[in-house]
């Protein structure tokens, strides 16, 4: 599986910014994704994931502010970003986990896109 990362930018405090990842390659085997980020200084976050039946989790700092989509063919994910605010700068990461094997003994690997920059000015 590879994913690739896209949407990042500049953008003031109060602005939207729309993240998307690309996935490629094994997509049927493609489960839960992800967006992680890492400002600068600081450890890598999770801040929202998607399970295959569309389930969602936030983040505490990003709830009712960001919202992470999926598309119907799992290609494709989302992250709608508003009212951002400075401290959700940093770089944001998509990532994926992908199962594989016959259902008695399945495994599961993990994948990460590269990196999107964002920074919100104040």
């Known amino acids: 599986v590879q994913l690739q990362a896209s949407g990042g930018g500049l953008v003031q405090t109060g602005g939207s910014l729309r993240l998307s990842c690309s996935a490629s390659g094994r997509i049927r085997s493609i489960t839960t994704m992800r967006w992680y980020r890492q400002a600068p200084g600081k450890q890598r976050e999770l801040v929202a994931s998607i399970s295959s039946d569309y389930i969602t989790n936030y983040l505490d700092s990003v709830e009712g502010r960001f919202t992470i989509s999926r598309d119907n063919s799992k290609t494709t994910l989302y992250l709608q970003m508003d009212s951002l605010k400075p401290e959700d700068t940093g770089v944001y990461y998509c990532?994926?986990?992908?199962?594989?094997?016959?259902?008695?003994?399945?495994?599961?690997?993990?994948?990460w896109g590269q990196g999107t920059l964002v920074t919100v000015s104040s």
């Open positions: 990532n994926a986990d992908s199962v594989y094997g016959p259902v008695e003994r399945q495994y599961t690997d993990n994948y």
